[in-house]
């Protein structure tokens, strides 16, 4: 909020401007004001004698709806009841709807709850636990690969086969796919063999598989070759899709091949093969 004293001086600094030939809106575009504002502010000056904002001290009506003191205490005396204290406010209103009782909305009782620093987490359930982004960074290749399935149509409705592939966050290189009717964790851990083999990797250096939550992502079997490969786990937040873009990033690409079949894959050797001339193509194009 600008000072009654910027005012007169803005004001006064304008009309030096003006006087001088310049243009009111370049003045006024220089001090960082609006025309109308500063013939709001001349008016005030004209008809107040003053161009101090009268904001700050007006005196503004109660509103009719507002809720007493009394009817805030009624308030948070139910909601710390035992039979409402671990209910939300979204239950807590049907709750006493359905024995004929209305005291306030939902979002009313979330407002006091949070004037009262009583908003955190209500329920017997476990809190919801904020896991912090999973960020990684690569200063040459088979320092941090990311990995991820997608689905292939096949040959009927409700079929799919299942690509798995690993790509290098430095590179982009594909260094691992294959093609397989289900998932599997057991699929990802040869998966995962043959790419330290393809890459020539030794199990001394450092290396993080990055993916998503899913279910092959967390197998036992899995989570046991990383480690006997001395290969760090790393899982995005649950249903955050862009923690793992540069996997959705290839397969984005993949799907919107001009070749690509939307209808379907008549085989399982028919999916394979596509895929193997996509990561061909990927290559030469992507100069890897």
């Known amino acids: 909020m600008i000072s009654a004293s910027d005012r007169k001086e803005a004001i006064m ?9 310049a243009r009111l809106c370049r003045a006024c575009h220089i001090l960082g004001i609006n025309e109308r504002t500063y013939y709001r502010w001349k008016r005030m000056q004209r008809e107040r004698g003053s161009v101090s904002d009268r904001r ?41 709807i359905d024995k004929g009782i209305y005291v306030a909305s939902e979002s009313t009782i979330y407002r006091i709850l949070r004037d009262e620093k009583m908003a955190g987490h209500r329920g017997r359930s476990a809190a919801p636990v904020h896991r ?16 991820d399935i997608t689905y292939l149509r096949g040959p009927i409705r409700g079929q799919f086969y299942y690509l798995y592939l690993i790509s290098d966050l430095f590179s982009r290189d594909i260094v691992g796919w294959e093609v397989w009717e289900n998932e599997s964790a057991e ?10 083999l393809a890459q020539h990797r030794l199990t001394t250096s450092p290396l993080v598989l ?11 079997t899995m989570l046991e070759t990383l480690y006997a490969l001395g290969i760090t786990p790393s899982n995005s937040r649950p249903r955050v899709s862009n923690d793992n873009a540069y996997a959705e990033s290839i397969f984005h690409t993949l799907k919107y091949r001009p070749n690509y079949q939307p209808n379907g894959f008549a085989s399982l050797e ?19």
């Open 187 to 196: 699929h990802v851990s040869e998966l995962i063999r043959r790419a330290t």
């Open 132 to 147: 912090p982004l999973a960020t990684h960074k690569a200063t040459a290749p088979n320092q941090v690969w990311m990995w």
């Open 56 to 96: 700050p001290a007006a005196v503004h009506k109660v509103p009719r709806n507002k809720l007493s003191e009394a009817e805030r205490a009624k308030i948070l005396e139910i909601v710390s009841r035992p039979e409402y204290r671990d209910m939300p406010p979204c239950e807590i209103v049907p709750a006493l």
């Open 270 to 288: 028919e999916a394979r093969e596509w895929c193997k001339n996509f990561v061909t193509w990927y290559h030469v194009n992507a100069n890897i």
């Open 210 to 220: 990055h993916s998503d939550n899913g279910s092959p992502m967390k197998g036992a």
């Open 13 to 21: 600094l304008i009309e030096e401007a003006k006087a001088s030939g």
